[in-house]
């Protein structure tokens, strides 16, 4: 592999076959679209497999790729579907598919090794030991987090193409307030995964005004790195992508033109321009590269989610908010509106004569007796004939009539081609030849329809078996964050995790101190583990060796692999289907897991691991909803710091609740050593899975961190706790019991499902 030092990929969206076609005019290098399934854009138009062929044809044509998105978790019933997908996408010509659920790697890995994989945004890459565990999987290039700066993107460059895995970065777009693939507000309310491709963006909502009088207090800027080019050349960046799939095709075009010049202008005239101002003609938030330029501060938030253009070209002629006229903003309205009248009229005239329609096709066959049976095919670009093996014979019982010919051929009428005429004047009657035959001349043209590149033969799916039910009731194990706190459990049977802090580097060696002197603790790793803090955190492994872990940080997952140390794969990884666990077994020597809490009781009991795997579930925990590297305190409570600095991660420790216009509360809650993070309201609590489905995990799991939600425990935690102890063994009412300790709480995810 090679890495680009003189040109730098410019990735494309392309929501519809229009936006991709202008994304190919604007002069993108690659498209990334995705089809009618499997796809992390549902509200996006997306393209049928009718449209792929043309598509790739059209791209091919003028020297762009198309990557296919694939990049949600998959459940256990839809992995049939997804096998006919797969067994269909080998043989086009596709440049590679873009992926979230690592049962999918590993499936993509096994039995479709002709794929190009890329790792979606959705996995969060954030840290070295992601990018080794990502590559383990056969991964070519990961998807960097949107959070981080140029340095920490060049340290991951630099490693990944050590480890031959290239990197792309968003440069423009969209920007979440929290990490990708973390992020459940959604899910939580109104049962829209973000990690199905269904987020409904209550970040960009309305809630009720703030102490600092804000109305969208997690609704933050578009994301622009066009000043940066330089930065992200230097970091040795191999792809700048562009966020964009549910846009319509100007924008499309605008973004991606201007991006395509600024590129230009750098590698061919080594200058760029700062110029951005058609980037404010089509839809945008204001701009802001806090995250890329390392200053994240209050200014990337914007109180309004809508279109922001208007307020651009005000300030641009001068006017400020105050003294411009009604009159004075309708006509900067219409001036907008006319620019981007013209936008799509040109656009409309550069993209109406691509086609990706399919290809015609002629077919003639002809045969008499004693000759071979011949069929020509004629395309726009090439002709050719095919031959059968043996002559045809005079008929005796069977004959090979001219319905049969055309019940054989037809099928070439496929996705990619269609067949606009079949001439049969020239085959003679009551003629026979083999049947299988028939099926050799049609595999022989797809052949020669497809450059000679053999077609790959479909892969059976295969079937895990669902191992026996347990014989052992489940045991318990607790989550605390509080030194404090262990005394409350030091009597008890139950297994111990403390959650370590994401801030790692930081608080290194209380850590060290903490677990010497208590033994029988096992580490929790949370899910972001970035620059330094991930460093310590392998230094941790190294230096306490502890006899297991749980980790929510696939780099983490990768570290403790490599030094032989058992790992439990976190509720945070989101495990959804039995390839998965299959995954974390045979490709990291994975020891067991937690079951996703997003999905419900017929979706987890469609689950199969292997033996010698401990299955857990989370019977009760604080709704984590995002976890976010910027301050979600600017706009609620206020903060007198301009930006966040290295004190904020380790010394700030705040809580506030926010409203939407539903009425729903989420509390925002910042640790000392942490990011903010924001939780539901009320906590989940699902007893109904021990009677719903008994004896199928070893471990049922009991968040007990001391986050402030509404939900209230009656009772103390020793309390607590033998009547979680009750429950697992079974004793009448405890379920009751523990239900009236633990008000209130919700398992409403546990009900609806994926």
């Not at 998807?143 to 140029?150: G, H, Y």
């Not at 003639?364 to 093996?389: E, I």
């Not at 583990?529 to 190294?542: C, K, M, N, P, Q």
């Amino acid at each position: 592999m090679t890495v680009p030092n003189s040109t730098i990929e410019l990735l494309a969206p392309g929501g519809d076959v229009d936006a991709i076609k202008a994304a190919i005019v604007a002069g993108a290098d690659a498209v990334y679209c995705g089809l009618d399934s499997f796809n992390a854009r549902n509200r996006a138009t997306n393209i049928t497999f009718d449209d792929l062929y043309g598509v790739v044809r059209l791209a091919h044509n003028r020297g762009c790729k198309i990557f296919i998105t694939l990049n949600i978790i998959i459940l256990e019933r839809e992995i049939p579907v997804l096998f006919t997908l797969l067994n269909r996408l080998v043989n086009t010509e596709i440049d590679g598919v873009i992926v979230q659920d690592l049962g999918l790697f590993y499936l993509l890995k096994r039995y479709f090794k002709s794929l190009d994989v890329h790792a979606s945004t959705q996995m969060t890459t954030h840290n070295e030991g992601q990018i080794s565990f990502l590559g383990r999987l056969g991964v070519s290039r990961v998807n960097l987090s949107r959070e981080l700066d140029l340095a920490e993107i060049k340290q991951l460059s630099t490693f990944g193409h050590k480890q031959n895995v290239l990197n792309e970065v968003f440069v423009h777009g969209s920007n979440c307030i929290g990490f990708s693939g973390l992020c459940y507000i959604s899910s939580v309310h109104g049962g829209n995964s973000g990690n199905r491709g269904r987020c409904s963006q209550p970040c960009r909502d309305q809630y009720r005004t703030t102490r600092v009088g804000v109305d969208y207090p997690l609704n933050m800027k578009d994301n622009s790195a066009y000043s940066d080019l330089k930065g992200l050349v230097d970091a040795g960046v191999d792809s700048l992508k562009i966020e964009g799939r549910i846009k319509k095709f100007h924008y499309v075009y605008t973004v991606v033109n201007s991006w395509r010049r600024q590129i230009n202008g750098f590698f061919e005239y080594d200058k760029k321009s700062h110029d951005g101002s058609d980037l404010y003609k089509v839809f945008n938030r204001g701009f802001s590269n806090g995250y890329l330029a390392g200053d994240i501060n209050k200014n990337m938030f914007i109180d309004n989610p809508r279109d922001n253009s208007v307020n651009y070209f005000t300030e641009k002629k001068g006017f400020s908010e105050s003294e411009v006229t009604e009159d004075e903003i309708q006509s900067i309205k219409q001036e907008i509106y006319d620019l981007k009248t013209e936008i799509i009229r040109e656009v409309d005239e550069k993209i109406k004569g691509l086609s990706v329609a399919k290809i015609p096709l002629k077919i003639r066959v002809t045969g008499k007796l004693n000759s071979h049976l011949s069929v020509a095919v004629d395309t726009p670009d090439a002709s050719f004939n095919v031959y059968s093996d043996s002559a045809l014979v005079d008929a005796e019982s069977y004959c090979i009539d001219r319905k049969s010919i055309q019940k054989s051929l037809k099928s070439l009428g496929s996705a990619e081609y269609r067949i606009d005429s079949l001439d049969l004047d020239g085959f003679q009657d009551d003629l026979f030849i083999p049947f299988k035959e028939l099926n050799r001349i049609k595999n022989r043209i797809l052949t020669r329809l497809a450059g000679s590149r053999a077609l790959i033969d479909p892969v059976e799916r295969p079937v895990i078996k669902k191992r026996a039910l347990l014989k052992t009731k489940p045991e318990l194990s607790l989550l605390i964050s509080a030194e404090k706190e262990l005394v409350f459990y030091e009597n008890s049977s139950a297994q111990i995790h403390y959650q370590l802090p994401e801030c790692m580097g930081g608080e290194y060696q209380k850590m060290v101190e903490l677990f010497s002197s208590h033994k029988n603790l096992l580490p929790w790793f949370p899910s972001i583990l970035i620059g330094d803090d991930y460093t310590a955190s392998v230094r941790f492994l190294e230096q306490l060796r502890p006899d297991r872990i749980v980790t929510n940080n696939t780099g983490i997952a990768s570290a403790a692999y490599e030094k032989g140390i058992d790992w439990i794969a976190g509720p945070q990884l989101n495990i959804t289907n039995s390839f998965t666990l299959l995954c974390l077994k045979e490709a990291f020597n994975c020891s067991g897991s937690f079951v996703s809490n997003e999905i419900n009781k017929i979706q987890t009991k469609q689950l199969a691991s292997r033996g010698n795997f401990t299955l857990y579930y989370s019977i009760y925990h604080p709704i984590l909803l995002l976890t976010s590297r910027q301050c979600l305190f600017y706009q609620t409570t206020g903060c007198e710091k301009e930006s966040m600095d290295a004190a904020c991660l380790t010394d700030c420790k705040r809580a506030v609740s926010i409203v939407n216009l539903k009425g729903d509360s989420f509390l925002i809650d910042k640790r000392r050593g942490g990011y903010n993070s924001m939780y539901n309201s009320t906590n989940f609590l699902n007893t109904d899975i021990l009677t719903d489905l008994p004896a199928t995990f070893s471990r049922i799991f009991v968040d007990l961190r001391d986050i402030k939600t509404k939900t209230k425990i009656a009772g103390d935690k020793a309390e607590l706790l033998q009547a979680f102890e009750d429950l697992l063994a079974g004793l009448p009412d405890a379920s009751q019991r523990v239900k009236q300790m633990i008000q209130p709480s919700t398992h409403q995810q546990y009900k609806k499902g994926l």
